[in-house]
C-alpha cells in the first residue's frame, strides 16, 4: 500500500480536469514548475553555504 497504480493516476487526473477544466491546467502545471525550481535552487543555496561554513572550521 502507498504506490499509486496507473488506474488511481487516471482518476485523479480526470478529477483535476473535471474541477480545474482544461484551460486552467497549464497555468496550475506552469506554477507548480515554478515552485519547484525555486525550491531546488533554495535547496543548492543552502548546499553551498553548509559546505562553505564546513570548509572554513
Given amino acids: 500500500m502507498g504506490r499509486l497504480g496507473a488506474t488511481e ?3 485523479i487526473l480526470v478529477i483535476v480536469l ?3 477544466g482544461g484551460k486552467k491546467i497549464p497555468e496550475l ?3 507548480l514548475g ?3 525550481k525555486e525550491f531546488k535552487d533554495a ?3 543552502d548546499q ?4 562553505k561554513e564546513e570548509e572554513t572550521k
Fill in 9 to 11: 493516476i487516471i482518476v
Fill in 18 to 20: 473535471l474541477l480545474f
Fill in 43 to 45: 535547496s543548492k543555496g
Fill in 34 to 36: 515554478t515552485g519547484i
Fill in 48 to 51: 553551498a553555504t553548509s559546505k
Fill in 29 to 31: 502545471m506552469k506554477g
